[in-house]
């Protein structure tokens, strides 16, 4: 059983706690995912997760999944998930709020190594 007490998490309370972009915070852990929240705005690099889905739900403002042959654009309240193994390029042309619900284990970005790469073992609690 977890040593965290039950209780509600207010997403406009926990993003009000950061104003890095592209750094993802953990919220919440379950079943060995966990739940995150970013700050994103521009272009975001090109990858994939080989062994993971990742979805992606917009909390505010506007998000556009790139894949190599179309786009998702995301409004509040929409999610897209997208599966193992499709490359794939986040855009928010002005700063958008996401969810992110993957597995605890996920790069966060692929194999993809950049000067943005948040390791695993570095995405912070809040």
Not at 46 to 56: K, N, P, R, V
Not at 79 to 90: A, F, I, K, M, T
Request: glycine share 6%.
């Amino acid at each position: 059983m977890s040593d965290k007490p039950i209780e509600a998490l207010n997403l406009k309370e926990k993003l009000s706690l950061f104003h890095d972009q592209w750094s993802p915070k953990v919220i919440a852990a379950l079943n060995g995912q966990w739940v995150k929240l970013a700050k994103v705005q521009g272009e975001f690099v090109w990858h994939s997760h080989e062994q993971e889905d990742e979805l992606f739900l917009v909390v505010s403002g506007e998000l556009t999944i790139r894949f190599r042959d179309r786009e998702v654009t995301l409004g509040e309240g929409e999610l897209c998930v997208v599966p193992r193994g499709v490359e794939h390029q986040p855009y928010a042309e002005q700063e958008a709020h996401i969810l992110l619900f993957e597995p605890a284990t996920t790069a966060h970005t692929g194999s993809e190594i950049t000067d943005r790469t948040v390791a695993t073992d570095d995405q912070s609690w809040i």
